[in-house]
Nanobody, 122 residues
């Protein structure tokens, strides 16, 4: 069983909204830091948002106020609500999990999903 499986990616117009989900298994979801990263073609992977075991969230400056990260511990689902999407949000979005790390700048999380594509057209 794959530990993390993302879904919800799609093609939308600028100003639109999408909700990404990440289904988790094989690890104690509620006690892990969960995060969303993204990678656009030709660019490095960057942190988008994190949420720790206490539910405290952090966001990249580029998405703060537009994106909301949340988690459902009972269902083991991580979500990312994305509003007011911009063309520069176009990327492959990955969810990640780690028992200790919970920073946007770190990319060596223990578990990674395979990604879901978000494309925003102008």
């Amino acid at each position: 069983q794959v530990p993390l499986v993302e879904s919800g990616g799609d093609s939308v117009q600028a100003g639109g909204s999408l909700r990404l989900s990440c289904a988790a298994s094989e690890f104690p979801f509620s006690s892990y830091c969960m995060a969303w990263f993204r990678q656009a073609p030709g660019k490095e992977r960057e942190g988008v948002a994190t949420i720790n075991s206490l539910g405290w969230a952090t966001y990249a400056d580029s998405v703060r106020g537009r994106f909301t990260i949340s988690k459902d511990n009972a269902k083991k689902i991580l979500s990312l609500q994305m509003n007011s999407l911009k063309p520069e949000d176009t990327a492959m979005y990955y969810c990640a999990a780690d028992p200790f790390r919970c920073k946007l700048g770190l990319t060596d999380y223990a578990y990674w999903g395979q990604g879901t594509q978000v494309t925003v057209s102008s």
